[in-house]
């Protein structure tokens, strides 16, 4: 953990405030009747914008709960391997989610 | 106000006790009587054995904190009417070895302390006596953190030095701060590596329970906080 990182995670948190804010009101409250249509999701991705919103959203979601666990294990250990094979296993599982998270955007396109 | 105390006194002699126990005693109260005095009463009437370390009685020097109703406090400045229980139960400040009784060891509270190089060193291109506005921002700031007296009690509340012993803990890290921020110090980049590390300001996870503990009323997280900002501002090359 270093000074980097913590900015990192005070930026996506801020990110993240307003990214999910967005997110929710285009999901749930924009459409008129207040149902949600397959149809507006399929036209709202197809759009650069929301794919953008919606990457940066999985992006920073993930970077800032991947470094929450991150920071709850480093409280319980002080073995340098240890914290290796977490960070490299929790760095895997970030950009393994990321590739599918931004695959299942992309192919809306 | 009841006439006397149930106290639920933790005890433990290396010597004799395979492992920690309680002891139950009842103490008779009077009228302003603070934690310090149940103890002295039980050492002077009820228990002579009974080990405990106190100082000043006036909240200066630091060294009566103990474990009191599952919050630690100066024993000295704990009223015992501010409790509101007749009920109460005494132990050792946790997070530090316990020595015997309701005395740790102090050593790795300390060692931290000295890890961070506690104490001024004065830059050499400067001619003393440097001006320090008495209503500057930072003067007022490092002032009011210089009240900390090493009691403990932060240390004792703060649940990362619980988990992971290699943490800095909030006394050390507030100490480092107060001399960080101070613009005549001349090894202000040198203390700011060693609590820019995982086990430094790091660790630290802002649940304040060190700030809400505290007998002068300090906010170390504060302090920390202000730490993590600057080791950013190194980063980028603002603080040098």
């Given at each position: 953990m270093n000074a980097w990182a913590w900015l990192l995670q005070r930026v996506s948190a801020v990110v993240l405030l307003i990214a999910l804010g967005l997110h929710i009101w285009f999901l749930h409250f924009s459409s008129g009747d207040g149902v949600l249509h397959f149809g507006d999701i399929v036209k709202r991705l197809d759009t650069g914008v929301f794919i953008t919103l919606d990457i940066l959203l999985l992006i920073c979601g993930l970077y800032h709960a991947l470094y929450g666990l991150y920071s709850i294990f480093l409280d319980f250990t002080s073995g340098s391997k240890e914290r290796i094979v977490v960070l490299t296993l929790l760095v895997m599982v970030g950009i393994g989610f990321s590739g599918f998270g931004v695959y299942g955007l992309l192919w809306f396109r | 106000m009841s006439d006397h105390l149930n106290i639920r006194l933790f005890r433990f002699n290396p010597e004799i006790d395979v492992e920690p126990r309680f002891e139950e005693l009842q103490v008779p109260t009077f009228e302003n009587m603070a934690i310090l005095d149940v103890v002295m009463h039980i050492q002077n009437y009820l228990d002579r054995s009974l080990s405990f370390r106190f100082s000043c009685r006036v909240g200066m020097c630091g060294s009566c904190a103990l474990y009191v109703n599952g919050r630690p406090r100066l024993a000295c400045r704990t009223q015992v009417s501010a409790l509101k229980t007749q009920n109460i139960t005494i132990m050792p400040l946790p997070n530090l070895p316990i020595i015997r009784d309701l005395v740790v060891d102090m050593e790795p509270f300390f060692e931290k302390w000295k890890k961070i190089k506690p104490y001024y060193v004065s830059r050499k291109d400067i001619v003393d006596p440097v001006v320090v506005h008495p209503d500057s921002n930072e003067r007022e700031f490092i002032d009011e953190m210089l009240?900390?007296?090493?009691?403990g009690c932060c240390y004792g509340a703060c649940s990362m030095a619980a988990t992971n012993e290699e943490f800095l803990g909030p006394p050390a890290l507030n100490r480092a701060y107060t001399l960080i921020a101070d613009k005549r110090d001349a090894i202000r980049v040198e203390r700011l590596k060693v609590v820019d590390k995982s086990y430094g300001v790091w660790r630290c996870h802002t649940q304040f329970n060190c700030s809400e503990v505290c007998p002068k009323n300090i906010v170390p997280t504060r302090s920390i906080q202000n730490l993590k900002k600057r080791c950013v501002l190194k980063k980028i090359g603002v603080f040098k």
């Open positions: - | 009240d900390c007296i090493a009691c």
